[in-house]
């Protein structure tokens, strides 16, 4: 669709998640960033999108028996490992993980948990300092009645933001 397209999608909607390896020994900060359009968080073991994006951008103390190998001659030093986000865009999407393979089964289950999405979020606290867009309303919710290998979506939305909410079923 072309580089306009691309460039006017990734200010739409485009992600950027800063991970980051820290060691005051060895006075190292590594920062990796990645793109994307959605930010999937896990459904199985939460109840609700705010744990869950809090488990997501967790600091990992990497001490102890867990420390990191700088690879140099400082050995194995104590370090933390973190993602945070970098860029957010105007309108954001979650992809709630709510498939999950049963090794008992041998068959990928939905999880049909309660899992809570606020109508209002700031996503401040998942993010790096610079970022100046951390408000958003829910605005639609994008469901899915069947099962992983077939279905149908139905879609709730409220497109004035209003308080009215739709149902959209073909």
């Not at 397209?5 to 060895?26: N, Y």
């Not at 006075?27 to 705010?50: A, H, P, R, Y």
């Not at 149908?152 to 933001?161: G, V």
């Amino acid at each position: 669709m072309g580089k306009e397209f691309v460039e006017k999608r990734e200010d739409i909607m485009g992600i950027v998640e800063s991970r980051v390896l820290e060691c005051q020994a060895a006075k190292i900060k590594n920062e990796v960033n990645e793109t994307g359009n959605e930010i999937q968080v896990t459904v199985s073991g939460f109840d609700n999108l705010i744990d869950s994006l809090r488990d997501l951008t967790a600091t990992e103390d990497l001490s102890g028996a867990n420390k990191w190998d700088t690879g140099s001659e400082l050995g194995k030093q104590d370090a933390k490992r973190y993602m945070k986000y970098k860029k957010l865009p105007k309108v954001l999407l979650f992809h709630l993980l709510r498939f999950a393979y049963n090794k008992y089964t041998g068959r990928v289950e939905e999880i049909t948990s309660y899992f809570e999405c606020p109508n209002e979020l700031d996503m401040e606290e998942f993010c790096l300092p610079e970022v100046d867009k951390t408000r958003y309303t829910l605005t639609a919710v994008l469901a899915h009645r069947g099962d992983p290998m077939s279905g149908h979506y139905i879609t709730y939305a409220q497109p004035k933001h209003d308080g009215n909410w739709y149902v959209f079923n073909d």
